[in-house]
C-alpha cells in the first residue's frame, strides 16, 4: 500500500481507528472521511469530498448506522434514516470513489454490510433492507467494474467486540465477537493491491458468535 491514496469513511470509529491505523503502518495516504468535514449522506456533500482527492486506489465505506424495532413500530422516517445512513452513503461514495479510480489505473473498493443480509433476525427490517442493498450493490459493481480492474467487495460482521455493544449486551459472549483489528486485517487485504482475484464476494468475519 505504500503511497497509495485511501479514503476510509468513518474512520474515527471502533472499527476504523483500526483500518486507519494499519493501513498507515503499511505506507498508505489516508484521508478519513467523517463529518463535518465529509457530508456523504447527500450528493454536494460527496462530490464536494472525493474531487477535492487526488486519485485514490482504494475506498473503504466504514459510515453506518443500526436501529432495532418490530416493524409496527417502525415508522417511515426511521426507515429512511436506515436507509440514508447505510445504503445512501455506500452508493454515493462508491460512485466518487470511481471517478477517481478511473483517473489511475484500477483501485479497490470495501464495504460493509452485515451478517444479518445472509441470516436474518427479527425486529430489524429497517435496518437489514438498507445493508441488503450494501451487499446488493457490491455485486452489482463488482460486475459492472471488473474490466476496469476495479475490484469490490463487503465484509460481512456478527457483533464487533466494541466497548459500546459490551456495554448495550453485558451478558453476551464477548470473547466469541470479532474485534476491530481482526476485521480490519479482513478490509485491508481487500482493498490491497495483493487482492488481485477476489471482486463481488461478501465475505464473513463472524468470530466464533
Known amino acids: ?97 470511481i471517478k477517481s479510480m478511473r483517473k489511475g489505473a484500477g483501485g479497490r473498493i470495501v464495504n460493509v454490510a452485515t451478517r444479518t443480509v445472509v441470516s436474518p433476525v427479527g425486529g430489524m427490517t429497517a435496518y437489514l433492507a438498507a445493508k441488503a442493498s450494501v451487499a446488493a450493490m457490491t455485486q452489482g459493481l463488482a460486475a459492472e467494474l471488473l474490466a476496469e480492474n476495479i475490484l469490490v467487495n463487503a465484509v460481512l460482521p456478527s457483533v464487533i467486540d466494541t466497548p459500546a455493544n459490551r456495554a448495550s449486551m453485558p451478558k453476551a459472549d464477548h470473547a466469541s465477537w470479532p474485534k476491530p483489528i481482526e476485521i480490519a486485517e479482513a478490509i485491508v487485504y481487500l482493498a490491497s493491491p495483493q487482492n488481485a482475484l477476489t471482486s463481488g464476494a461478501l465475505v464473513p468475519v463472524y468470530g466464533r458468535g
Not at 29 to 50: K, S
Not at 56 to 65: E, P, R
Open 1 to 97: 500500500m505504500q503511497g497509495k491514496h485511501v479514503v476510509v469513511t468513518g474512520g474515527r470509529g471502533a472499527l476504523g481507528t483500526g483500518v486507519v491505523e494499519l493501513l498507515t503502518s503499511r505506507g498508505a495516504i489516508v484521508h478519513v472521511a467523517d463529518r463535518p468535514e465529509a457530508q456523504l449522506d447527500n450528493e454536494a456533500g460527496a462530490i464536494a469530498y472525493y474531487s477535492t482527492l487526488p486519485p485514490i486506489w482504494a475506498s473503504i465505506h466504514l459510515v453506518g448506522g443500526f436501529a432495532m424495532a418490530p416493524i409496527a413500530d417502525t415508522t417511515l422516517a426511521d426507515f429512511e434514516a436506515q436507509w440514508k445512513v447505510n445504503a445512501v452513503t455506500c452508493f454515493l461514495s462508491c460512485r466518487e470513489a
